[in-house]
């Protein structure tokens, strides 16, 4: 037998007809360094894993569009500085022909690149309602490749009207819109063979819930969710097969009110969209034998108001009748009535962007007691949004009564004067069964507390459950301190954002209100793209931003848009035309949304120039500064208040800026000039109407020199001035922030940039009102409205506007993880593709921690103090790179994993501007020490 290898000295082929010759004393090191080499190169191919494959940001899609599929994955390994040099994907309709690579309907080749995520499929033209089976596999820079990744898939919707079968169907009694019974809609059918596979494309006017032979269908709530209706309306897929049989079945489908005609906005404003609701059904089932059949919805149907849902409403709740749930025997009731044919077009019906909403986590009381009025209230401890279950039995016909509310009242009583006109309130009429388990279908409640009535028997913790329910967005960031007050100040955040993700970014979820507050989405924007995966969210909901945008440029104060048309076009609300897509673009590296936005962001900017006079913004309805201190008889000019129009202006530049960075983004260098010699009037503008030749700012307030310094309106001579007025202003409210909506999300990150962290520790630190601790130590669960919801003495605020979740000035959460913990991204290469690690210390931290999954992996900067000596323990996805920049370090002696690390050939020497030293690292684990500078 004959072997060979590769002589490492001569680099040439050898060959032996005796394996005894391998052996021999002068071949022997040779061989063992082959093998080594050769086992080694294997060890790390093994190594190189791929993992979390999605198709637009979801794993293995169903419905989804075809004009816009792109790939993603990430890469795992042991070893460090792993950056993939080149990929390959390959698409086929069927599995088997993926694995053995034949009739492929797209193979990309190997493309010599080191981008892995947000890949476009460019293969041939995809189908409608068409499963595709896809892989891909790597190489990386040292030649190393990886296996073919396990098999994934994608699955179209419908691409075209055409697709649709189905029609229309209403009730045939005209409800005009009145409130009223939520209607069923049903149909019996029979399936005649074996059922291979079955798909249901379903949407409403309303909300809808279909059962399949009584079973509930999917696990979403809310469906079709809230988008702008007659614009974009969702409509669903759904694998079913499991749910049929061959013979005979039937499937009921109830419309609920929703956002379609229910309440919205504010003095129950109904019928927004429409009077009456209605239901769109096509279920294709295939059979074995290749045929198959479609069951759409059509004159055949029948419909009942006779349903156990006898009233349904998001912001007043919902009556259901437990004795009046009905099944397939009911269908041959009087009460079916024949169902009425509608006539809408089907060009605005959409496949879901966002995630759906969904059940998460569930809650016993913490206790259930009697308060001083002698109500029956019980706690579940958190502050959350959705609803409770109940598991009781009574007396049939008996009627038990939830209301809800977040806070008790100084007296310890049920206080619910926040909510204005929205009831929140659940009525169950008992069936007399064994057990009745009762929960709402189309209504959700903000709450901490629930108030029961009419129930005769005795209530235990047993009975009620609390299911908070918002969209199905995957945790991805955590951060922890070593400062109780600051974790829970973090707790409250998330759950602020749970509370208010459902399915569009609401400003609360329990008053009469729950809009999509354009101001308070872009401030919040950075922090909810940490702790969550908000990636198809927000392109969900950026979608309706850009079609309800008016033909003028001017955009809404709310999305979808609901109000006035003279409301729309304030400074910082209509900002987040320019301000989500960019940072959305720096948080995921994702130029396609970018580009999508684009239109609308220059339409924005376009529209504030065409109203503006010699480059000022100084017209227009503006919220300013909302929600900024202020105190009563304010005699001495206490009272935070900022110039509207000059904070029009720095927004008017900072959308300008946007722009100017996306055109850079887009390769649109024209449009990147033209913008930049607008900015440059824009400031121009600013510095004359608003700016002593000394520097001061004729608005004195912290928001006014935030706003100037964060987004550079001051040339860079008088920066380092208006930063020491900032922080004079700062201390002469005795370290306190006087900031409404706009001005604190920057507040300090200013003082940071600027060489004022420990006055920003103090800030965040501060436990006292106004602050963001104060809240925290009264027990709050979530953000609150107002930085004084509940006062010192336990009185409230004013009940017309005083929410106890409403998660904007949660926006603090930014500055924390990429100032405290110091994890960061570079926005030269988004995505953290290049990523920046960089805490600084103050406060009184011992230790402070950030992990992020990353659209390339776990990325993670947790440190801590052990007296003198400062410990960083850094994990870098791999096919990313970091800079790592170590606080007081300028005088340390760096050591990592316990060796020198100015001599390890992985670390590249840096230096910050501030000389403290820093490395230029690979993906892997990083340890460093040292004793910090003096």
Same mark, same amino acid.
């Given at each position: ?419 204005? *006109? ?294 860079? =001579? ?16 005795? *370290? ?21 962290? =420990? ?45 106890? *979740? ?129």
């Amino acid at each position: 037998m004959r072997y060979c290898y590769l002589n490492p000295n001569k680099r040439v082929l050898s060959c032996f007809n005796d394996v005894k010759v391998l052996f021999s004393s002068n071949l022997k090191s040779s061989f063992l360094l082959f093998a080594f080499q050769f086992f080694f190169a294997i060890a790390l191919g093994q190594n190189l894993n791929l993992s979390g494959l999605t198709v637009n940001y979801k794993s293995n899609p169903v419905g989804i569009e075809a004009s816009d599929i792109r790939f993603s994955w990430k890469i795992t390994s042991d070893v460090k500085q792993i950056m993939q040099k080149s990929y390959e994907i390959r698409v086929a309709t069927n599995e088997s022909d993926l694995l053995k690579g034949k009739n492929l309907v797209w193979e990309s080749g190997k493309i010599e690149t080191d981008q892995s995520a947000h890949i476009p499929y460019s293969g041939k033209i995809l189908l409608a309602k068409q499963r595709y089976f896809w892989q891909v596999k790597i190489t990386d820079k040292n030649k190393n490749a990886s296996t073919w990744s396990t098999t994934q898939f994608f699955e179209t919707g419908m691409l075209s009207p055409s697709d649709w079968s189905a029609n229309w169907i209403e009730t045939s009694l005209v409800t005009d819109g009145k409130v009223g019974p939520a209607p069923i809609f049903a149909k019996k059918f029979e399936l005649v063979k074996t059922i291979k596979s079955a798909r249901l494309y379903i949407t409403a006017h309303g909300l809808y819930e279909a059962t399949l032979n009584g079973k509930r269908i999917g696990n979403q709530f809310f469906a079709p969710g809230w988008t702008s209706y007659h614009k974009r309306l969702q409509y669903q897929t759904y694998d079913v097969t499991s749910l049929l049989k061959t013979g005979d079945n039937s499937t009921f489908v109830t419309v609920g009110d929703g956002w379609y005609r229910g309440n919205l906005e504010f003095n129950n404003k109904r019928n927004t969209y429409g009077k009456e609701v209605g239901l769109l059904y096509q279920l294709e089932v295939v059979y074995n034998d290749g045929t198959s059949t479609l069951i759409a919805s059509d004159g055949t149907w029948k419909s009942s108001f006779e349903g156990p849902i006898k009233k349904s409403d998001i912001y007043n709740g919902e009556t259901f009748d437990a004795r009046l749930v009905r099944s397939s025997k009911d269908l041959s009731s009087t009460s079916w009535k024949p169902v009425k044919v509608a006539s809408y077009a089907k060009e605005n019906l959409v496949s879901p962007l966002g995630p759906a909403v969904v059940q998460h986590e569930n809650f016993s009381p913490i206790k259930i007691f009697k308060t001083p009025k002698g109500e029956t209230v019980a706690d579940f401890g958190q502050n959350l949004v959705g609803w409770v279950k109940l598991n009781i039995h009574g007396t049939k016909g008996d009627t038990v009564t939830l209301n809800h509310a977040e806070v008790l009242d100084k007296d310890g009583n049920f206080y619910t004067d926040n909510l204005r *006109n929205a009831k929140q309130e659940n009525k169950y009429v008992l069936s007399g069964a064994k057990e009745d388990v009762l929960e709402p279908h189309f209504t959700f409640q903000g709450f901490r507390y629930v108030k029961i009535s009419g129930y005769k028997n005795t209530l235990t913790k047993d009975n009620l459950t609390a299911i908070a329910i918002y969209s199905d967005m995957k945790p991805t960031g955590e951060f922890t301190s070593s400062n109780a007050l600051i974790n829970q100040l973090q707790h409250n955040i998330q759950w602020g954002q749970k509370g208010n993700f459902l399915d569009v970014p609401t400003d609360c979820p329990q008053r009469d209100e729950r809009l999509g507050w354009t101001g308070d989405a872009q401030v919040f924007f950075s922090t909810a793209a940490f702790n969550m995966d908000v990636a198809g969210f927000f392109s969900k909901w950026l979608a309706d931003l850009k079609v309800d945008q008016h033909p003028t440029g001017n955009v809404p104060v709310v999305i979808p848009d609901v109000r006035a048309v003279n409301n729309a076009g304030s400074a910082g609300w209509g900002d987040v035309a320019t301000i989500i897509p960019y940072n959305y673009y720096l948080a995921y590296g994702d130029k396609d949304l970018l580009g999508r936005q684009y239109s609308s962001m220059k339409a924005w900017v376009e529209y504030i120039k065409s109203i503006s006079k010699q480059n000022l913004w100084n017209s227009g309805p503006h919220y300013g500064d909302w929600l900024f201190y202020t105190k009563d008889d304010d005699r001495d000019g206490k009272a935070a208040i900022t110039d509207k129009f000059l904070i029009a202006q720095i927004f008017y530049a900072a959308s300008t800026q946007n722009v100017i960075n996306a055109a850079k983004a887009l390769g649109k260098d024209d449009d990147a000039k033209q913008y930049q010699a607008l900015l440059k009037e824009i400031k121009s503008a600013f510095m004359k109407e608003y700016v002593t030749p000394a520097g001061r700012l004729v608005s004195s307030s912290q928001t006014a020199y935030v706003l100037a310094l964060n987004f550079d309106m001051l040339p860079e =001579d008088l920066r380092p001035q208006a930063a020491q007025r900032l922080a004079e202003n700062v201390e002469s409210y005795k *370290n306190h922030l006087t900031t409404g909506f706009l001005g604190t999300p920057y507040l300090c990150a200013v003082l940071s940039r600027f060489g004022y962290a =420990d006055l920003a520790y103090k800030l965040l630190l501060q436990e006292t009102y106004p602050s963001w601790l104060y809240p925290v130590k009264k027990g709050a669960t979530t953000i609150w409205e107002r930085w004084d919801g509940i006062k010192p003495d336990g009185s409230f605020q004013a009940t017309s506007m005083n929410s106890f *979740n409403h998660y904007a000035y949660g926006a603090i959460g930014d500055w924390m993880y990429k100032t405290v913990a110091g994890l960061n991204y570079d926005a030269e290469e988004p995505g953290y593709k290049k990523i920046i690690i960089s805490p600084i210390l103050g406060g009184k931290f011992t230790e402070a921690s950030a992990k992020l999954e990353s659209i390339y992996g776990p990325i993670q900067s947790s440190w801590k103090l052990d007296g003198e000596r400062f410990i960083l323990d850094v994990v870098v996805p791999p096919n990313t790179s970091a800079n790592v920049i170590l606080p007081n370090s300028t005088d340390s002696e760096i050591m990592e994993n316990n060796k020198e690390a100015g001599k390890q050939t992985y670390l590249k020497k840096r230096n910050d501007e501030l000389k403290n030293k820093s490395f230029e690292v690979g993906s892997g684990r990083y340890h460093f020490e040292y004793n910090l500078s003096k």
